[in-house]
């Protein structure tokens, strides 16, 4: 075991050893290296790839110059076109012609001064031009010139002129000296020629070359302290340059100045100076003949100059390589022989498990850090081990303690790991399980399922969860073992064996089975529920419909007594009321069994408010309360949802308030949020936080209240079932409000707004149609029978399914109003039989049912009826699902309006009743004494019988706040 360092015993042996071999490895390859470098400068082997870098650089340096050289002759090319353009332009201009042959003509003042302002205006329009001119073609003599004092300034010679003849498209000649200025310039000329194309005078503009053409020059100039890049004409004048020229105005000809006549290119030559250069050379055609010439040059050894730099680099580099490379060798040897064999003992003692072994190096830079990080590493390594065997003796206890059953196996399928839940489990030890083969155990080696599970672990495939019935070899103890197979890696990834976990989930599946059966008989009660409230509804909605049609019948004789009257509209107060509840308790079934569907259709969302609003404001008028609109503009008038749901909501919650609410008011306000947002506050009673939660609960009712307590609830229920949200805000003695959102969908156009359309006092021509009533309640066949004989329809009835079937067949009717719930045959069976005739396809057939739930509509419609109408149903409502399938005409009488206190109670008449029974009357309302308010009535009727009627009407309604304001009116003032 090595301590803090390791003795070296025959270290410096090896040590002197390592050095000296590591300066005669570095050492011999970098003589090795420096002398293939030395053969390769020796026998000329750098000539050639000197000869190839020289090639590189002068194809470079072609490259280049040919590019520069086309690029400036475009340039000049360009800005002399832009000059002839220019005065072309100017010389083709017809004023300048009518003006110019005048002036040649007769020499007239006036168009000296005009032709001079143009050629002026020439000179401004362009600062290269130095003077513009007009010459007589004659003489060749300057007759005007845009400056003073400019005439005769430039020898133009009969060569200039012949050109100016000549040439259609103007031109350029040499270079020449201004006498006036001094200045070298080139003439621009062009012809002024007269409609039979005489030349009548020729136009010319002195340019001076050096400044502008110089800047064209300068786009993408050639770097190098001998480059020359300059323009000269056909007699060797320099017209511009840029670099150094040795002459000011003009140079000596050369062939690489001027090259062959009518070539150009690109030339290795020398210079005037006897200097090698590279340059190229184009030429510009001014003329028709050769003009001017372009050269770009450069010095030779300048441009080849990196070359040697590189060579004589590399030489220089290699031996001073050669020189540091056996000074670093020498010095690394030194310091890394000794600690390299300290790292290597280390490192070997712990490879043998010497833990404890360290480098003991303490010297600085990196070997030292190198050293400190060994023994760090080495001391961590020490720690992890000490670690993983506290981990591993935590994994073991957590195994042991693990209430599943927990068992491991390697590759070969021996067991490895087998905790004491696994003995409890199949009462095997740990001592007889471990390194055992799982096929050699019972409870495992005849069980092909595990074998199975446990071969796809250790081919990596994917396992399932089994699920197996086992019974204890000890106590017989029936389980149920669910078991969890998944493989083992090993650090590599590799698959190195399988764990299992097993569970007994005996107690699991039993709760299971119980919670089975329970959700069983839930279905169950719910299903009897179900049948019950289906039948509940058939059994009550019969009699219903009896009592109300009969009812609405015999309230049209005109025979009956006033006292009659009253008693049939007790009768069918009290039938509405009993229909009220019964649908309230469906619409909760329906709700509650998700049997309820909500139907979207486009309405007047605006016209269902406000039709809403003025029924409930004749109760809160009742009341002495203010029932007010409060209604956003964005608020929107035609959306799509459900009318009959959204109308039910707001009549329960407002009818609610005015409930609750003894003096006030009563606001619903409408506004638009994501959805519409409906909030209905009162000045009422208020509700206790204790209460706020009772309220929304079915047949839950405050002491005060009275009904059934299942509005608000059904509400609730409802806005939830258009996807909106119910809040409530209640103080106690302050007031309420409900507050609830509905989605809806925006609606172009304008849907229908409904309307009541009135009582029902004729049908044109009901004799032509023959009606079947199938009907086994006796009262409801009456009342069918009672509704339509009065409109003349033909009719025939049946007591059932079998029955009407029959009378169909002898009968042949136009419809047939079908029951659904029949003895013998029901309507469902004797709809199919009819449809099933040769004739019956044609027949229209109407199921009249109790069973409202939208399954059993269904129902009725796949059986082949055309159309479904509930009981209980009114007249009208009989009469409108006939006319869609019979063509029949409907003749309507209005129903009166609502009574109003302007138009019914005329002050007039009550002004003139005795004031005593008015202030009778007035503390009777005060009090609300009925039976008081009922005899001081029937005392206005014996005074007034039209004014009794009006007031009975309020009284029945109990809308007394009418009549009382009335009678203030009258007797405030007595």
Not at 128 to 148: C, F, H, M, N, Y
Not at 338 to 347: C, D, G, I, K, N
Request: negative net charge.
């Amino acid at each position: 075991m090595l301590g803090t360092s390791c003795p070296l015993h025959k270290d410096r042996v090896w040590s002197k050893g390592l050095q000296g071999r590591m300066i005669l490895w570095f050492g011999g390859l970098f003589l090795a290296v420096l002398m293939l470098v030395l053969l390769v400068i020796n026998w000329g082997v750098p000539r050639s790839g000197y000869s190839g870098r020289i090639s590189e650089i002068r194809v470079e340096i072609f490259q280049h110059l040919n590019h520069l050289a086309d690029l400036k002759k475009q340039l000049v090319v360009e800005w002399l076109s832009e000059r002839h353009r220019s005065l072309r332009f100017l010389a083709r201009n017809p004023d300048l012609i009518e003006e110019s042959v005048r002036f040649m003509a007769t020499g007239q003042e006036v168009e000296r001064v005009a032709i001079t302002q143009r050629l002026v205006a020439l000179d401004e329009a362009y600062p290269e031009i130095l003077r513009a001119e007009l010459l007589d073609p004659g003489t060749g003599r300057v007759v005007i010139s845009s400056q003073k004092g400019g005439v005769e300034s430039v020898d133009y010679s009969d060569p200039f002129l012949r050109h100016a003849w000549l040439s259609r498209n103007g031109f350029v000649d040499r270079v020449v000296l201004d006498y006036g200025s001094g200045h070298p310039v080139f003439p621009i000329g062009h012809a002024i020629r007269n409609r039979d194309g005489n030349t009548i005078a020729i136009l010319v503009a002195l340019v001076t070359p050096r400044i502008f053409l110089q800047t064209l020059l300068q786009t993408g100039q050639v770097v190098g302290q001998s480059r020359q890049v300059y323009l000269v004409d056909d007699q060797g004048n320099l017209v511009t340059s840029l670099g150094t020229i040795k002459s000011s105005w003009s140079i000596e000809p050369s062939p690489v100045l001027l090259g062959v006549p009518g070539q150009e290119g690109i030339f290795e030559t020398t210079d005037t100076h006897g200097v090698p250069v590279i340059a190229a050379i184009r030429h510009i055609r001014v003329n028709t003949d050769w003009g001017w010439s372009l050269v770009i040059k450069q010095d030779q050894a300048e441009m080849f100059s990196p070359v040697v730099r590189e060579i004589v680099l590399v030489v220089g580099a290699g031996g001073l390589g050669f020189v540091l490379v056996v000074l670093l060798t020498i010095l690394m040897a030194r310091r890394l022989g000794e600690p390299l064999l300290r790292l290597s003992h280390t490192a070997s003692a712990l490879a043998r498990g010497e833990m404890s072994a360290r480098t003991g190096l303490d010297q600085e830079g990196e070997i030292g850090e190198l050293g400190r990080v060994f023994d760090f590493m080495a001391g961590r390594i020490q720690e992890t081990l000490a670690n993983s065997e506290e981990q591993f003796r935590q994994l073991e206890v957590l195994i042991n303690s693990s209430p599943d059953g927990i068992f491991a196996f390697d590759q070969k399928m021996r067991l490895t790991v087998w905790n004491p839940t696994m003995t409890h489990l199949f009462g095997l030890s740990r001592e007889e399980c471990l390194g055992q083969k799982l096929a050699a155990l019972i409870p495992f080696g005849a069980n092909l399922a595990r074998k199975r599970q446990c071969d796809f672990v250790l081919a990596g495939e994917e396992t399932e969860v089994l699920e197996q019935v086992h019974i204890h070899s000890l106590n017989g103890e029936r389980m149920v073992l669910e078991e969890r197979y998944s493989p083992l890696r090993s650090l590599d990834g590799e698959i190195c064996g399988g764990l299992v976990a097993i569970r007994d989930i005996a107690v699991r599946k039993q709760a299971e089975e119980e919670s089975r059966l329970a959700r069983e008989l839930a279905d169950a009660a719910n299903r009897a529920k179900s049948i019950f409230l289906a039948n509940m509804s058939h059994e009550l909605r019969t009699p219903i419909n009896a009592i109300l049609g009969f009812s609405q019948i015999m309230s049209r004789d005109p025979e009956l007594n006033e006292k009659q009257k009253e008693n049939l509209d007790i009768i069918l107060n009290s039938s509405a009321h009993l229909q009220d509840i019964i649908n309230a308790i469906l619409d909760m079934a329906k709700i509650e069994s998700g049997k309820m569907e909500v139907d979207l259709v486009d309405i007047d969302l605006g016209g269902l408010i406000h039709d809403l609003i003025d029924m409930l404001r004749l109760r809160a008028d009742s009341k002495g309360l203010e029932l007010r609109l409060d209604q956003s503009s964005s608020f929107p008038s035609h959306v799509r949802t459900d009318p009959a749901k959204l109308r039910q909501i707001i009549i329960n919650i407002i009818g609610n308030a005015i409930k609750f609410t003894n003096s006030g008011y009563i606001v619903l306000k409408l506004s638009l949020c994501d959805a519409l947002l409906f909030e209905i506050t009162d000045s009422g009673i208020g509700i206790s936080a204790e209460s706020l939660e009772k309220i929304q609960q079915p047949f839950v009712q405050l002491a005060q209240s009275g009904g059934t307590g299942l509005g608000l609830s059904i509400s609730r229920q409802l806005i939830g079932l258009l996807g909106g949200e119910m809040r409530i805000a209640s103080e106690l003695g302050k007031g309420t409000t409900f507050s609830f959102t509905i989605p809806f969908v925006p609606v172009t156009g304008t849907p229908p707004h409904a309307s009541d359309n009135g009582e029902i006092v004729g049908i044109d021509n009901g004799c032509e149609y023959r009606i079947l009533i199938v009907e086994d309640q006796r009262e409801n066949r009456l009342l069918l029978q009672n509704l339509l004989s009065q409109h003349n329809f033909q009719l025939r009835s049946a007591e059932d399914g079998r029955e009407g079937v029959r009378v169909f067949q002898e009968w042949h009717p136009h419809l047939v109003l079908m029951d659904r719930r029949m003895p013998v045959l029901d309507g469902l069976s004797a709809t199919r039989e009819i449809r099933a005739l040769p004739d019956g396809k044609e027949v229209k057939i109407i199921a009249v049912t109790a069973h409202t739930f939208n399954n059993e509509r269904m129902e009725m419609l796949e059986a082949g009826c055309d159309d479904v109408l509930a009981k209980p149903f009114s007249e009208s409502g009989l009469y409108d699902i006939m006319k869609k399938y019979l063509s029949f005409s409907i003749t309507r009488q209005e129903r009166m309006p609502a009574v109003v206190l302007d138009a019914v109670l005329d002050p007039v008449a009550l002004a003139k009743l005795p004031v005593s029974l008015l202030r009778e009357l007035d503390d009777s309302l005060v009090r609300l004494d009925m039976v008081e308010i009922t005899q001081w009535i029937q005392q206005v009727a014996g005074l007034d019988e039209g004014l009794g009627k009006i007031m009975k009407i309020y009284g029945e309604r109990f809308e007394f706040m009418p009549i009382r304001k009335a009678i203030q009116a009258i007797i405030g003032g007595k």
